[in-house]
């Protein structure tokens, strides 16, 4: 069967530090990657889809990145952190095609 | 651009008790719908899928509905539960890829 896993579970940065968050996928392969955030009283907003390896689009401008450097491997990454990035960072994969999406446990970040 | 709303953002009910819970969106050519379960500080949890061609999809104690002219969509709990509480998304994607455009989710509180 296929799971997802995403860390770490908590974090907190202080403004201006770089940031990296993992995201892989098991038990399947091509699958289609997302990163959403979720911010309070807000609801969840697409950050980035993949495809593919190395295929990225970014949904919004921001201050943050995507990368995906092997099929089943997500990567969200910051040079440096604003206040605004603190939330709930969460990973998504689907099968290509129109199919169910399954995430992750999320990411709390806070930046302080 | 399609946008979700989920009303009223809140609600309470004594266990036992049938509930309905609304969905809509404003563009009615969607892919599929989807009803997540979140509870606090999780992940999602995906709970029905319905497919553009379908009126709805069953689950145990859950069926959801999908009227995609009227842009709407409900989900049904049969037999309320204490265990059912916890924060209720529904999401459409609209073009190919599965990207999902959320609502700001039902928070649902079953007493005992």
């Known amino acids: 069967s296929q799971t997802i896993h995403q860390w770490p579970a908590t974090l907190v940065q202080p403004v201006g530090s770089p940031l990296s968050l993992e995201c892989t996928v098991e038990g399947t392969s091509n699958p289609n990657l997302y990163w959403y955030r979720q911010a309070a009283g807000r609801g969840l907003q697409l950050l980035f889809y993949s495809v593919g390896i190395g295929q990225i689009s970014s949904e919004v401008p921001q201050n943050l990145s995507a990368s995906r450097p092997q099929d089943r491997q997500f990567i969200l990454s910051s040079k440096k952190l604003l206040l605004s990035d603190s939330g709930f960072y969460l990973c998504?994969?689907?099968?290509?095609?129109?199919?169910?999406?399954?995430f992750g446990q999320g990411t709390r970040l806070t930046v302080v | 651009k399609q946008e979700v709303t989920q009303i009223p953002a809140a609600l309470s009910v004594p266990e036992g008790e049938n509930l309905v819970l609304n969905c809509s969106f404003t563009d009615s050519a969607i892919y599929n719908l989807q009803w997540f379960r979140q509870d606090p500080g999780k992940g999602l949890t995906s709970l029905l899928l319905i497919q553009s061609s379908q009126r709805e999809q069953t689950s145990g104690r859950l069926n959801a509905s999908l009227d995609k002219s009227s842009g709407r969509s409900t989900l049904y709990i049969a037999a309320s539960q204490p265990g059912d509480s916890a924060t209720y998304l529904c999401?459409?994607?609209?073009?190919?890829?599965?990207?999902?455009?959320f609502g700001k989710g039902i928070t649902l509180s079953v007493r005992p």
């Open positions: 999401a459409v994607s609209s073009g190919a890829n599965s990207k999902l455009t």
């Open positions: 998504a994969w689907s099968d290509m095609g129109l199919t169910e999406a399954f």
